[in-house]
């Protein structure tokens, strides 16, 4: 059990600071419309959120469009969703 854990937490050590950044996020925005809001609404706010921050990123030339980062910023709805349901 202590070698699951550790290998665990190993590999939530190499999650790069920007992915961990678009799950923080995420999750500071999808609380409250999971919370306040239909299933609906959350995963398309969320939905449209993750991907037009990649959309404005590439128009902005900031940083190239990244499915992982819209997966990393829409992740927290899922877990929160599951959450709320259970």
């Known amino acids: 059990m202590r070698d699951a854990v550790r290998l665990l937490f190993n590999r939530m050590a190499q999650i790069p600071k920007d992915k961990l950044l678009h799950f923080f996020y995420g999750t500071v925005l999808a609380a409250p419309v999971v919370i306040w809001g239909s299933l609906i609404e959350a995963i398309g706010f969320m939905l449209f959120i993750a991907i ?3 959309i404005i990123d590439a128009e902005l030339k900031l940083s190239p469009p990244s499915i992982l980062d819209a997966l990393f ?4 709805t899922v877990l929160l969703i599951l959450v709320r349901v259970c």
């Open 52 to 54: 037009g921050k990649e």
């Open 73 to 76: 910023t829409f992740a927290p």
